[in-house]
């Protein structure tokens, strides 16, 4: 008979579920048949998979593995390491496609499937398209470990570096994917002392959980930071492809924040250069671009459609408010938290200054964190139309590009539907903290109650 997946794990960017529950195995066997199928189709033979720590990661990878060999292709088994660590391994091994069997930064019994094809997100109507798939004949690939990958990738990030003077640096790894590679990096750069955290991979992520744009999550790393008088530290999320910073006074930056620093620097080496920022991003942040002469794009929230919006735009650096960092004009133009790292420390150690005083010439954000109101799949896209239609009747300007962006004179609301969480994601802010309350006020009067 069969296999017919849940629809809830068709999702945007990926396949995602809860194993067990509504991600089994024979969602991987599913996958790998209708992937590999349209992969060989089209001429692919070469496929990249990756996996992360989690516990029910090995199972899902054999019965993936096995279906795309099937499919007649020859799989590149690169082990256990980060997303950008795939896609690295994508470019560097002239892969038609990659797999990465992670959870991201999802509770620890989640996991799913991200997916390349030719380099690029394959997401959307593609997935769903899978749906519609035929299966090829059972054609018989192959299947080699390579175990180079991860070396390589160390040596990558490492271009980017020129050491100028010594730093003191915190890595929180919380127990996912990325901990191998930031205790490599740190071997790598024997000139700075480094404060390791949490670098062993542990499928029950026993300190915290590894997502750093859960400020709770930061907590071990800003008492490193502040104990051994660090001048900056890093986390990264399950998967390694998003960062949080905080810096030398246990600050932590917010994703908008950390894009503007980092327009700014790459601004240096591309003048003039396109750059992405999301939706849910501070007016301060496009203002910085311009200010650094720059290009400044509002684009969607989400890996996928940034990475399409950066090839469309020939943008040379994107950011989200989430922390994930996408780099071309020096790298691959995909989101990698630990090259954001090292092209950081790189910056820094340029400066006549600290990091922190950098940090403290930022402009004031009088501002909501990202707030997320728990809200069932269907009826996230109602919820957006009604309120679209609210305001087309109160004669207000918003913005499209991702939910609804209100625009006003005072400062800015957001309300998008979540991809990744069964959630509306909300996010306000005033040129003032009474204009903030105002703005409060106004959503609260669209039904919207954040406070």
């Not at 991600?23 to 996996?51: H, I, P």
Request: proline share 4%; aromatic share 8%.
């Amino acid at each position: 008979m069969t296999h017919t997946p849940n629809p809830v794990i068709l999702r945007e960017y990926d396949i995602r579920g809860t194993y067990g529950e509504n991600l089994c195995d024979a969602d991987a066997t599913w996958l790998g048949e209708r992937f590999g199928s349209l992969l060989y189709e089209n001429g692919g033979r070469k496929v990249v998979v990756c996996r992360d720590g989690r516990k029910s990661s090995p199972a899902l990878h054999q019965f993936l593995c096995q279906a795309l060999i099937n499919c007649g292709l020859q799989v590149i088994d690169i082990g256990v390491g980060p997303t950008p660590m795939s896609y690295f391994a994508g470019y560097e091994l002239i892969a038609d496609a990659t797999l990465m069997i992670t959870g991201s930064h999802n509770p620890k019994d989640d996991n799913g499937i991200k997916i390349t094809i030719g380099n690029s997100p394959f997401f959307g109507s593609q997935i769903q398209g899978l749906l519609n798939q035929a299966v090829v004949e059972n054609l018989g690939g192959g299947h080699e470990h390579v175990d180079i990958i991860f070396k390589k990738y160390i040596k990558r990030l490492m271009q980017r570096h020129t050491f100028k003077k010594s730093l003191k640096i915190a890595w929180d790894a919380g127990n996912g994917a990325a901990g191998p590679v930031a205790k490599a990096l740190s071997s790598a750069l024997p000139d700075h002392e480094h404060i390791l955290l949490f670098t062993v991979i542990d499928c029950d992520f026993p300190n915290h959980h590894p997502d750093p744009s859960v400020p709770q999550n930061m907590t071990h790393l800003i008492e490193a930071v502040k104990k051994h008088n660090c001048d900056i530290g890093f986390a990264f999320d399950g998967d390694g492809d998003r960062v949080g910073v905080v810096d030398a006074s246990g600050r932590i930056l917010a994703g908008d924040e950390l894009v503007a620093i980092l327009s700014g620097a790459i601004l240096l080496e591309s003048p003039g250069g396109t750059i992405i920022a999301d939706v849910k991003c501070s007016n301060n942040t496009f203002n910085a671009i311009t200010a650094a002469g720059g290009k400044p794009i509002m684009g969607r929230t989400g890996h996928s459609w940034i990475k399409r919006a950066m090839a469309e735009h020939h943008a040379v650096f994107a950011g989200e408010m989430s922390g994930h960092m996408f780099f071309k004009h020096s790298y691959y133009g995909f989101d990698d938290g630990l090259y954001a790292a090292i092209f950081l420390i790189d910056y820094i150690q340029k400066l006549e200054g600290n990091f922190s005083t950098l940090v403290t010439q930022l402009p004031k954000i009088y501002s909501t964190p990202e707030i997320r109101m728990p809200c069932g799949e269907e009826e996230k896209t109602t919820i957006i139309d009604d309120l679209k239609q609210k305001l087309d009747g109160a004669g207000k300007t918003f913005n499209t590009t991702d939910g609804v962006r209100v625009e006003e004179p005072y400062g800015w609301w957001l309300v998008r539907a979540s991809n990744t969480q069964s959630a509306l994601i909300m996010r306000a802010e005033g040129n003032t903290e009474k204009d903030l309350e105002f703005i409060l006020s106004e959503m609260y009067n669209f039904g919207l109650n954040i406070s």
